[in-house]
């Protein structure tokens, strides 16, 4: 009987590894799976943002956009006077 015991023991050890192995191999496969079809996912979404949804009105965005010059800010002066007397007298 503890023959039968022991071989149904090693069965049951042998099974639920084999079984955890099992399980291991089918969520690395799925995650697999699923990095592939993300990085597809993505190729396909920067290709259309780049070739086909319109690279023209980034562009145009960029041209409207005026360089500020230094002189234009009204406080920069001040800023920098408060500035030079905080930091730069110690």
Not at 28 to 36: G, H, K, P, R
Not at 71 to 81: C, F, V
Request: net charge positive; hydrophobic share 50%; aromatic share 14%.
């Amino acid at each position: 009987m503890k023959i039968i015991k022991f071989i149904l023991l090693l069965l049951a050890i042998g099974l639920g590894a084999y079984v955890l192995l099992y399980l291991f191999g089918l969520i690395a496969t799925l995650f697999w799976y699923l990095f592939w079809v993300g990085l597809i996912a993505i190729g396909g979404t920067v290709g259309y943002k780049l070739y086909l949804g319109g690279g023209d009105t980034d562009k145009r965005k960029l041209e409207e956009k005026k360089p500020t010059a230094i002189s234009e800010l009204e406080n920069a002066n001040r800023a920098l006077e408060e500035y030079k007397q905080k930091y730069l007298s110690k």
